[in-house]
Nanobody, 121 residues
Framework: QVQLVESGGGLVQTGGSLRLSCVAS????????MAWFRQAPGKEREFVAV???????FYADSMKGRFTISRDNAKNTVYLQMSSLKSEDTAVYYCAGAPTWSKLPSLYGYWGQGTQVTVSS
């Protein structure tokens, strides 16, 4: 059974930084594309970033230059380094995994429980 467990969320001031982590178990992590999505209250789940099994990375336009996704296959962990945070980045952030990368949440079969990120001014 595949499990994804996120951590690292919290409260941060505008302009601050946070690093989210997602530890995977139950599958061959290195073969999977791993992505981050986020969902704010009253909004649809939104693509943030993805890293492929070959470590290619893709970002949503609004995150480029501020967010960095990375992976450590030896630790079965994917990270999301977030900087220059804005109030509109406030959301629950979810880790997701799939055999092939995509920006569509519907194509990911494995999800974590989410971690709350709150950016305050």
């Amino acid at each position: 059974q595949v499990q994804l467990v996120e951590s690292g969320g919290g409260l941060v001031q505008t302009g601050g930084s946070l690093r989210l982590s997602c530890v995977a178990s139950g599958h061959t992590f290195s073969n999977y594309a791993m992505a981050w999505f986020r969902q704010a209250p009253g909004k649809e789940r939104e693509f943030v970033a993805v890293i492929t099994s070959t470590s290619r990375t893709f970002y949503a336009d609004s995150m480029k230059g501020r967010f960095t996704i990375s992976r450590d296959n030896a630790k079965n962990t994917v990270y999301l380094q977030m900087s220059s945070l804005k109030s509109e980045d406030t959301a629950v952030y979810y880790c997701a995994g799939a055999p092939t990368w995509s920006k569509l949440p519907s194509l990911y079969g494995y999800w974590g429980q989410g971690t709350q990120v709150t950016v305050s001014s």
